[in-house]
């Protein structure tokens, strides 16, 4: 257990629903990432944030999907009108980053054990 | 798109040294190399990470050539838990942008 939190475990809906994944990561991390992994394939960068920024998407979000980080503490990511290509598994991981690079920034991401989305 | 290579897959022998290789040619100079594991139905887990001096921790040596070219990553003693998928990872990092970039990783099988 990393300490990252990821809600629900499993979804299965069917195509054209919409679908909500929440993610409650180490308490002090400041940055939290979304992947998604499909089978066979390493983890895709979706997106990241730092606090309640949205820093970064990826060219893979589309329209339909969101993510938000309210609070800079949990974050949800909303996929809309969902696809039968959208099942795969949704992968959390926070981090501590520092604002000056005082050699206590590791890299190191903290995943949780993911979300499983199944669209029928 | 990734910027490292990876064989598919590896076996190894339960106690024996587990050496799995990364290619990275096109590593930048400040770019650090990490490895991650992930086992089935899990999330990734770190395992090391370094810029060009060989490191070493509970879990792993890293060896890194002198060109930053390729890697290796050392499980000294390979016991079956160690079987996983094995992801060689270059942190991208800018001014606007610090990610991860998995590949398809290295899956290792280890045998008793």
């Known amino acids: 257990d990393t300490g990252v939190s990821q809600n629900p475990r499993h979804k299965i809906t069917k195509r054209g629903q919409n679908v909500t994944f929440r993610c409650d990561p180490i308490s002090e991390h400041n940055r939290l990432y979304w992947y998604r992994q499909t089978l066979g394939q390493g983890p895709e960068f979706l997106t990241y944030?730092?606090?309640?920024?949205?820093?970064?998407k990826s060219r893979l979000l589309s329209d339909r999907f969101s993510a938000e980080r309210p609070k800079g503490s949990f974050s949800t990511l909303e996929i809309q009108r969902t696809e039968q290509g959208d099942s795969a598994m949704y992968l959390c991981?926070?981090?501590?980053?520092?604002?000056?690079?005082?050699?206590?920034?590791?890299?190191?991401?903290?995943f949780g054990e993911g979300s499983r989305l199944t669209v029928l | 798109d990734a910027k490292t290579t990876q064989p598919p897959s590896m076996d190894c022998a339960e106690g024996r040294a587990a050496n799995l290789p990364c290619n990275h040619s096109?590593?930048?100079?400040?770019?650090?190399v990490y490895w991650y594991r992930q086992i089935h139905s899990q999330g990734p887990q770190y395992i090391i990470h370094g810029l060009k001096n060989n490191e070493t921790n509970e879990m792993a040596s890293l060896i890194i050539t002198e060109d930053r070219k390729s890697s290796t990553l050392i499980l000294p003693h390979a016991t079956l838990r160690d079987t996983a998928v094995y992801y060689c990872i270059v942190r991208v990092r800018s001014y606007n942008t610090d990610k991860l970039i998995f590949g398809t990783g290295t899956r290792l099988q280890v045998f008793p």
């Open positions: 944030f730092q606090n309640e920024a949205q820093l970064e």
């Open positions: 991981a926070s981090t501590l980053r520092w604002r000056s690079n005082r050699g206590q920034d590791t890299g190191e991401l903290f």
């Open positions: 096109t590593i930048s100079g400040n770019e650090y």
